[in-house]
């Protein structure tokens, strides 16, 4: 009788534990965040004594973080911070480039946002990729000593990571030409083993790096024409793209469609040709838009 009436007192006595044993973990997790992103802010290049993230999120705060086709070297304060800091900015951008969607990094955002007051710095993983692609934007070639870190990235287990490591040996450009033997046998993988693993997506941004390499991915062309004709006409235009930028010709007649907007397919296509080529391809766009 005795043991029935103290009972209910013992499990209350077991949530009451259990309560300071969540806060405990709560707070070892907080702790942890604040050294790692102590770690991480101390261990930044500087550019007029301001952390190159901080330079990053200025800039995506002021739109300068468009889209991963954008080609435009802007005149902004951050941009100058970026090229200012050089090949020194390379292990942050390679981290960010890392950057994946994990239960605790979701956890660590949520807390973060929820209580203002933390020493965690914010910022949502899917900011980190255009972020880290607008760094390389901004290096170009100076980047080059990256592109063996972005090539072993290819084969990472995360497809958005995949992707963005792509796009970023894009911006290298023509620096990055040992990258094409990497982008060759990641393009025939993501083919190959295409069902259920979202290969569009991976395949689009490897042909879109082989084109931003230009003549030096030449051993490529003939796996880049063979997606030209896609069912997908967005990979059809960075293929035909791709084309373009690394043979130097057909310019004018991937272009041609916009005279004729009855075909919406091909206009589509062509548009799309147009936006990826970026400043290469406005001379001759602005001939057709007259018309």
Known sequence: METGRFSPGI???????????????????????????????????????????????????NGDVTSYLADTQPDTSSARAVRAIGADALPTLINMVRTKDTPIR????????????????????FESHPMAVYGF??????????VPDLVALLDDNDPQVR???ACCLAKVGRAGADAVPGLEKHLR???????????????????????????????ALSQI?????????????????????ITGSGLAAAVKPLEDPSNLTNWYIAWAVVEDLGSMATPLFLCFSRI
């Not at 604040?34 to 990053?56: D, K, N």
């Not at 395949?203 to 879109?208: D, G, P, Q, R, S």
Request: charged content about 20%; glycine content about 8%.
């Open 137 to 146: 934007r901004m290096l170009g070639p100076s980047a080059k000593s990256a």
């Open 163 to 165: 992707v963005c490591a």
């Open 189 to 219: 993988t993501v083919v190959r083993n295409k069902p259920g693993t979202g290969w569009e997506e991976d395949a689009e941004a490897a042909i879109y790096a082989l084109g931003g390499i230009g003549p030096a991915a030449r051993p």
């Open 11 to 61: 499990g209350h006595t077991g949530r009451m534990k259990k309560r300071p044993l969540v806060l405990k973990i709560i707070a070892a997790f907080l702790a942890a965040g604040g050294i790692v992103w102590l770690i991480a802010r101390f261990s930044e290049p500087v550019y007029q004594g301001i952390p190159l993230s901080v330079w990053l999120d200025e800039a995506y705060r």
């Open 106 to 125: 979701r956890m660590l955002d949520h807390l973060s946002t929820t209580y203002k007051w933390l020493p965690m710095y914010h910022r949502l993983y």
């Open 225 to 245: 024409a063979a997606f030209t004709n896609s069912g997908s006409y967005m990979f059809a235009a960075t293929s035909r793209a791709a084309l373009i930028k």
